[in-house]
């Protein structure tokens, strides 16, 4: 079984900074792509940054610039450093891999969310 587990959301006041860590757990053989999406109250689920196996990087324009991802392939971990927060960054995050796992091949796997409060 795979799980993807994020932590670090929290209240944080416009200007601040947070670092999401998601780590990846089971019988996980390779990681390909990470990523972070979010989605907001009322909105769809948005790209926010993807970070390939060979440390490639995507992000979307709102936050290109502020937000920076990286990947411990050691630890099987992702991080979204998010820097100058703006309360339109308010959103529960979700943390993205697409793996390979024991008996179960490629596929696509989610975690649970983690929320960014950000006050003005």
């Known amino acids: 079984q795979v799980q993807l587990v994020e932590s670090g959301g929290a209240l944080v006041q416009a200007g601040g900074s947070l670092r999401l860590p998601c780590a990846a757990s089971?019988?996980?053989?390779?990681?390909?792509?990470m990523g972070w999406y979010r989605q907001a109250p009322g909105k769809q689920r948005e790209l926010v940054a993807t970070?390939?196996?060979?440390?490639?990087?995507n992000y979307a324009g709102s936050v290109k610039g502020r937000f920076t991802i990286s990947r411990d392939s050691a630890k099987n971990t992702v991080y979204l450093q998010m820097n100058s927060l703006k309360p339109e960054d308010t959103a529960v995050y979700y943390c993205?891999?697409?793996?390979?796992?024991?008996?179960?091949?490629?596929?696509?796997?989610w975690g649970q969310g983690t929320q960014v409060t950000v006050s003005s």
């Open positions: 993205t891999a697409r793996l390979l796992a024991l008996r179960r091949g490629i596929d696509d796997y």
């Open positions: 089971g019988s996980i053989l390779s990681i390909g792509t």
């Open positions: 970070c390939t196996s060979g440390g490639s990087t």
